[in-house]
C-alpha cells in the first residue's frame, strides 16, 4: 500500500475561497496522521468521512488556531462520540503542553485534565530535532511566522520509505532547505504571487529557491483570495479540499 495524503483542509485562517483551515491526512500500510489541525477540521473529516479513531498522531507546525484550535473538537468527539480506546499521540512545537492546557480549556473549560479513555502523549519538537513514532521519524526546522525563535516549525515526515514536507505558515528561510530537499512531496504555502509580507510565503519566492529545494512533487496550499484568482496559478498543482494525491 502506497502512501496517500488527503487535503483534508487547505485554506488559511479566514476561510478564502470557501476552504476549510489546514489539515492533511496521511495513510500508508502503517502510517496514519494527520499534519496540523485547524480549527475546522472534525467537521470537515467528518465531510469526507475520515474514521477519526485510526488516527494515530497529530503534527502541528504552530499554534494559531487555524492550525490547532481543532484540537479541542477532535478530543472531546474522540470522547464521547467515537468511543476511541486506542492511544493518540500530539506532536508539536516546545511549549506543546502549556499551549494544550489553554485551547482545551479556552474551548471547553475543564476540559484539559479531565479523564480521558484513552492514553494522550504530548511530544515536543525543537527546531533542529526530530521525534521518531512508531516507524515515523518527524523532522522540524524553524519557520519565521512571527517573533524569532517562536514555536513554529516547517516540517518533514518520513514513513514506509516517503517523505512528505510541508512549510508550515513561514515567510522564506533557509530552514526550508533540509525540510523540502528531495522530499517525495512538498506542500508550500503560497499566500500571495510575488508580494513579499513578513510572516507568509510567497510563490515568487518559491520560484526563486525552487532549485535549492529540489522537491519531487509541489502542491500549493494556504493561498489567499488574490493567489486563488490569479492567472498564473493554472502552472502549478495546487491543493483543493477533499483531493487526495498518491506519495510515490
Excluded at 488574490?226 to 491543493?239: G, K, Q, Y
Amino acid at each position: 500500500m502506497a502512501l496517500s495524503l488527503q487535503f483534508i483542509g487547505c485554506g488559511d485562517a479566514f476561510g478564502s475561497g470557501g476552504r476549510f483551515n489546514t489539515c492533511f491526512h496521511l495513510v500508508g500500510e502503517t502510517t496514519n496522521l494527520l499534519i496540523d489541525c485547524g480549527a475546522t477540521a472534525l467537521v470537515a473529516m467528518k465531510q469526507f468521512d475520515i474514521d477519526r479513531n485510526a488516527i494515530t498522531t497529530i503534527v502541528v507546525t504552530h499554534f494559531h488556531a487555524d492550525h490547532f484550535g481543532g484540537i479541542p473538537f477532535f478530543l472531546l468527539d474522540a470522547q464521547f462520540f467515537s468511543k476511541r480506546r486506542e492511544p493518540l499521540t500530539i506532536v508539536g512545537p516546545v511549549g506543546l503542553e502549556n499551549w494544550f492546557e489553554r485551547v482545551m480549556e479556552t474551548a471547553f473549560p475543564g476540559s484539559a485534565k479531565a479523564t480521558r479513555k484513552f492514553d494522550l502523549h504530548l511530544r515536543e519538537l525543537a527546531a533542529g530535532t526530530c521525534v521518531d513514532i512508531g516507524g515515523i521519524r518527524v523532522l522540524g526546522e524553524q519557520a519565521l511566522h512571527g517573533p524569532p525563535g517562536g514555536p513554529y516549525l516547517c516540517v518533514r515526515v518520513e514513513a514506509e520509505g516517503r517523505s512528505v514536507a510541508y512549510t508550515g505558515d513561514t515567510e522564506w528561510t533557509e530552514a526550508l532547505i533540509p525540510i523540502a530537499r528531495d522530499a517525495d512531496l512538498f506542500i508550500a504555502e503560497a499566500y500571495f504571487r510575488d508580494k513579499t509580507v513578513v510572516t507568509h510565503l510567497s510563490l515568487h519566492s518559491i520560484e526563486a529557491h525552487h532549485e535549492e529545494l529540489r522537491p519531487k512533487r509541489l502542491v500549493l496550499t494556504h493561498m489567499s483570495e488574490e493567489m486563488l484568482v490569479h492567472p498564473d496559478l493554472a502552472h502549478f498543482e495546487t491543493a483543493e479540499d477533499g483531493k487526495t494525491i498518491t506519495v510515490a
